[in-house]
């Protein structure tokens, strides 16, 4: 999220500031890694933000670390790049370490500790184990002689019997001074770079690791080669000495302005990553090292990287964007070949047929019919991040605070062959937008509500803004700082959590919509939560989400005058929220991960079920019946499932007619007919998931003789709809 304190003021914008949440160091004491009630982990796509880069030996592939996953490719051709295959982590990678002799793949993955896999069939990688840590493995991780070092953020480095890879034994943990955010390995050795030194260590008795030497410095990535030391430093490049482990010494240095993050070296050149954004000095250096004492800077080209790698005529540099493959077989020449768009920020998915959507680095379409494994089904080249889908209609905006935002209209009839219908240019502070019968609805920030016409969509047409400031405007009474929309009937929705103290500005706005052409502003309610930021509307209640850490319920009954009902504290931040069968889902942020809160008395709300931790962040959720997606921000999204009987599902007079079940009771086989209904949930009497079943039409059989006896309720989808038949299971 973007700070309050760097949040626009009115009549301002944001210039190049995206979201910028800080994925924090916190210490977990858990069993398995992940808690949970009442709800399952079904899958995940992984791939987000590249961070870092690593080649092989060879040269002709490379492994990009890439949010919560790992792609590797074949650039055997590097004008031509090939996804041989990727990796699909439980959470975010910050590190990752392959061994080419027995082809294992190591990752430290934050929340899920780390993770084996096995590549020795690379096309098709393997998840071998993964381990829970007690502290997030944000330092690096090193596979040598049958030990697996997995290095923590701020709780040393703990060491692994790895002779079973499948069960891999905690031996020993040795401390290490400082925070540590990177390291490097090779052979009897591991440098670990903290904030303000590296620190080696001799791991020549793997069990027991000595520390040898420190060397001061502000260290952001480091190559040993060839009896040498190259840092990629906060002030530029220093080469150091390392012949002698017990006396790390200074050689030269070259003083490079920017942010120098990491560094590659090719014979006698190293070449430095510096991820200076916006500015002239990010990019990628050539640096001449021939005379250590004395490097020289030989070549430059402009950008912004915080990855670099490479052997032989090639490096690949990556960013938040993707990765650049450059030509140096010219000595102290940089020459650019090829660059290739990665997935990078997720923020919402919105749902259709069976298929996923959401916006990172170009709208994405994933086949989800089976939730284990996303399969990547469309591309579309596109800056938008949230969608929302009404029929066969999509709207797509960026998640900005900047001005010149494009809005899309898509036809997702075909969500495999998704197209752009017709789009809407130079909208502000994007914040939401609402599909609402012919109209959308786009929350703006200090620039209120814009209420857009699309009867036409290949032409969609400006109405009207309302609550949007101008100069003069008076905060509250005629503006406010619109961060979420919901629509319902013929009402508006607009919350305001007072970002500026100053500006008196809080409050849930409610405009009549009965003709959207000439909306009528019908109240002010200012809301009980702190920093109610997201909003849900279902029914006659309104459900906040509180950026402070909880979910406030407002009766909207008569929109003339809205109460607060209710407010529930939750565990993090309430990120952002759904609505669906008599629950609200909230995403909660780093430590909350998905909360499902019951609210079949809307005045007494209860958290009925969680999973926590995601990946990363819990941005958004989505539900799609017993199916929860949440957007993982730079890990791509999750899947998971809420293994209850929705209590509140009655049965539906219209199909009921179609659905038989017998015999009830049963001992064990039962008979089906199923009309058009397409799938089926299987669940005992406490709520609890026993199966999928996939229907076929007509006469089906059900066999519950390995179940025990008991009443159990079969949940049907049939039209659109919910039906849920009883079974008794009896001898």
């Known amino acids: 999220m973007i700070p309050d304190s760097k949040l626009p003021h009115a009549g301002a914008f944001c210039q190049g500031q995206q979201n910028n949440h800080e994925s924090g160091n916190y210490d977990l004491m858990r069993g398995d890694g992940y808690d949970s009630l009442k709800m399952s982990f079904q899958g995940n796509w992984a791939l987000g933000t590249p961070k870092d880069v690593v080649s092989s030996p060879t040269g002709d592939t490379i492994f990009v670390i890439a949010g919560g996953g790992v792609v590797i490719v074949d650039i055997t051709n590097p004008l031509s790049p090939q996804t041989i295959s990727e990796v699909h ?42 381990t829970p840590t007690d502290a997030l493995p944000r330092g690096g991780i090193y596979a040598h002689a049958g030990y697996l070092y997995v290095i923590t953020y701020s709780s040393g480095m703990n060491i692994y019997n790895i002779a079973d890879p499948v069960h891999p034994e905690f031996i020993s943990t040795t401390s290490v001074t400082g925070n540590c955010g990177g390291y490097f390995a090779e052979d009897n050795f591991i440098y670990v770079l903290t904030s303000n030194a590296i620190r080696l260590y001799d791991i020549a008795n793997p069990t027991a690791p000595i520390l040898r030497d420190s060397y001061p410095c502000s260290p952001r990535g ?32 070259l003083s490079i302005p920017g942010a120098c993050y990491d560094v590659a070296v090719i014979d006698d050149y190293a070449y430095v990553a510096n991820n200076w954004y916006g500015g002239t000095e990010g990019g990628v250096y050539a640096v001449n090292i021939s005379d250590p004492e004395n490097p020289t800077q030989t070549d430059f080209y402009d950008g912004y990287f915080n990855a670099v790698a490479g052997t032989s005529n090639n490096i690949t540099c990556a960013n938040s964007e993707g990765y650049t493959i450059f030509d140096v077989s010219t000595a102290g020449q940089i020459a650019y070949l090829q660059e290739t768009g990665m997935p990078g920020w997720t923020a919402d998915v919105a749902l259709k047929d069976g298929h996923a959507i959401i916006g990172s680095n170009g709208i994405r379409v994933f086949d989800v019919a089976n939730p284990s494994q996303p399969q990547q089904v469309a591309f579309m080249e596109s800056n938008a991040m949230l969608i929302d889908i009404s029929g066969d209609m999509a709207a797509c905006i960026p998640e900005s605070m900047g001005s010149g935002n494009k809005l899309q209209i898509l036809d997702v009839s075909d969500p495999a062959n998704p197209f752009e219908l017709g789009h809407y240019n130079n909208l502000l502070l994007t914040q939401e937008a609402i599909i609402h019968g012919d109209y959308i609805y786009v929350a703006g920030w200090w620039d209120g509500v814009t209420i857009l016409n699309i009867s036409d969509p290949s032409s969609p047409s400006f109405v009207k803004k309302v609550h949007n400031w101008v100069n003069g405007a008076i905060p509250g009474e005629e503006f406010c700082y619109a961060s979420d929309v919901s629509v319902q009937g013929n009402y508006l929705y ?100 998905v909360q499902a809160i019951d609210i079949s008395n809307p005045e007494d709300p209860s958290v009925a079920g969680y999973y926590y931790r995601s990946g990363i962040f819990a941005l958004s959720v989505t539900a799609d019946d017993h199916d929860i997606y949440i957007s993982d921000a730079i890990a791509g999204f999750q899947i998971y499932r809420h293994d209850v009987i929705f209590t509140g599902v009655e049965d539906v007079p219209s199909v009921n007619n179609e659905l038989t079940v017998f015999p009830s009771p049963t001992d064990g086989i039962t008979n089906l007919n199923v009309g058009s209904a397409t799938e089926a949930s299987l669940f005992d009497q406490s709520g609890r998931f026993i199966k999928q079943i996939n229907l076929a039409s007509g006469d089906q059989k059900i066999d519950l003789s390995n179940q025990p006896n008991g009443i159990y309720y079969l949940k049907l989808k049939i039209e659109g709809q919910i039906v849920v038949k009883k079974i008794v299971l009896a001898d």
């Open 89 to 130: 982590a439980r959470a975010l990678v910050d590190f990752m370490y392959y061994d080419p002799e027995t082809k294992h793949l190591y990752l430290a993955a934050y929340f899920s500790g780390f993770e084996i896999w096995d590549l020795s069939d690379i096309v098709h990688p393997a998840r071998l184990s993964r």
């Open 222 to 253: 480091m190559l040993v080669s060839e009896g040498k030391g190259y840092i990629a430093d906060q002030t530029g490049l220093k080469i150091i000495d390392v012949t002698n482990p017990d006396d790390l010494a200074l050689i030269g240095s």
């Open 494 to 593: 607009i919350i305001d959590y007072k970002p500026f103290e100053a500006e008196d500005t809080k409050g849930l706005y409610i405009y009549d919509i009965s003709d959207p052409e000439n909306p009528v502003f019908v109240s002010r309610y200012v809301q009980m939560s702190e920093k109610a930021w997201r909003i849900k509307v279902k029914y006659n209640y309104a459900y906040l989400a509180d950026g402070n850490g909880g979910l406030e319920v407002i009766d909207i009954t008569d929109p003339m005058i809205p109460y607060t009902v209710a407010y529930l504290p939750l565990m993090d931040v309430a990120y952002n929220l759904d609505v669906s069968n008599g629950y609200v889902y909230a995403a909660c942020y780093i430590l909350g991960g």
